[in-house]
């Protein structure tokens, strides 16, 4: 590893497009990688399944594997070049999957060094560029100690999106019948 430790501390942009634990786990491999001598074995240790599933993809796919659809694809693109250097080189790097859970010493260790990260002022912004996805706005309904509040929430098109999508369709359904059932109630009610 480098002396330079200040190389390995960045924002990852694109916050608006909506935030998730991928886009920062593939940014921190690359890092590792970049800061990484291609002639030096690397082992890293990891906690995010996704990134494993990201990368995997790449292994043996020789011109199959496209990244069209996939998210962040910048980070992803850079780092399989790095790992294709690497490979080429034959130098060994081992991608270990460690648990994700309240506790585990390297876990608390680099959930630590994010924080101390996010707030300083100093830290630079990489990853940034915008894409042309549509980003979604919703507002998520938030329950906490007997108070309701509502979140904005961000994000181009995936699961929570939909979710989101089919509820607020859902909620508009049962505003709908609600109106009919108190407007028939209420006639009822003035007949008697």
Not at 95 to 119: F, H, Q, T, W
């Amino acid at each position: 590893m480098s002396n330079n430790k200040s190389n390995l501390h960045f924002t990852v942009g694109r916050k608006e497009e909506g935030s998730s634990s991928n886009r920062p786990e593939l940014a921190a491999f690359l890092l590792a990688l970049r800061d990484a001598m291609i002639e030096e074995p690397l082992l890293y240790l990891c906690d995010n399944q996704s990134l494993f599933k990201a990368v995997n993809r790449w292994i043996g796919e020789g011109g199959k594997a496209t990244f069209v659809g996939a998210p962040d694809t910048g980070i992803l693109a850079a780092a399989i070049k790095i790992l294709r250097k690497r490979i080429a080189a034959g130098t060994a790097t081992f991608l270990v999957k460690v648990k994700a859970r309240r506790g585990e010493p390297v876990n608390e260790g680099a959930s630590i060094l994010a924080d101390k990260a996010i707030s300083d002022p100093k830290v630079g912004k990489e990853w940034c560029q915008r894409t042309n996805r549509a980003v979604f706005t919703w507002r998520k309904l938030c329950r906490e100690a007997g108070k309701v509040s509502y979140q904005d929430c961000h994000s181009t098109f995936n699961n929570s999106v939909r979710d989101a999508i089919r509820r607020g369709a859902a909620e508009n359904e049962v505003q709908k019948h609600e109106k009919k059932l108190t407007g028939a109630w209420r006639q009822m009610s003035t007949l008697r």
